[in-house]
């Protein structure tokens, strides 16, 4: 009864989200997804450390797919990081090598807080 009730709130809460709180919704998930994957390593739990290796990677793909890199340098470098992540969530994935995560995860986390930062800052 309840997780039904959660997952109608999820949904609308996606439904409703404008494009700014998608973005943010998407990093977040990548960070989630990313330290799931990571535990799942250290726990030698390899399907679990795989779906959530390749949930990151979707979401790598989506937020390289919806960036305008017309509108500057600056879009096409965040491209080129994006790539980077995506690239060696790929690498780790193949290898389950937590090394390749631990070296990625902060670069996860920073975006996701720039992000969230940039979203704060247009709300003004």
Request: a neutral charge; one cysteine or more; glycine letters at 2%.
């Amino acid at each position: 009864m309840y997780s039904n009730g959660y997952n109608v709130y999820k949904n609308n809460a996606v439904n409703y989200a404008s494009k700014e709180q998608l973005l943010l919704m998407l990093v977040e998930g990548a960070v989630k997804f990313c330290k799931i994957a990571r535990q799942a390593i250290i726990d030698k739990d390899v399907k679990k450390a795989h779906n959530a290796l390749i949930r990151t990677q979707d979401i790598f793909s989506e937020l390289m797919i919806s960036l305008d890199t017309s509108v500057g340098d600056w879009a096409v470098q965040l491209f080129n990081v994006y790539a980077f992540i995506k690239e060696k969530l790929v690498e780790a994935n193949m290898s389950k090598k937590l090394e390749i995560i631990d070296e990625i995860l902060p670069l996860i986390e920073d975006i996701n807080e720039t992000w969230k930062e940039a979203y704060v800052r247009a709300k003004k």
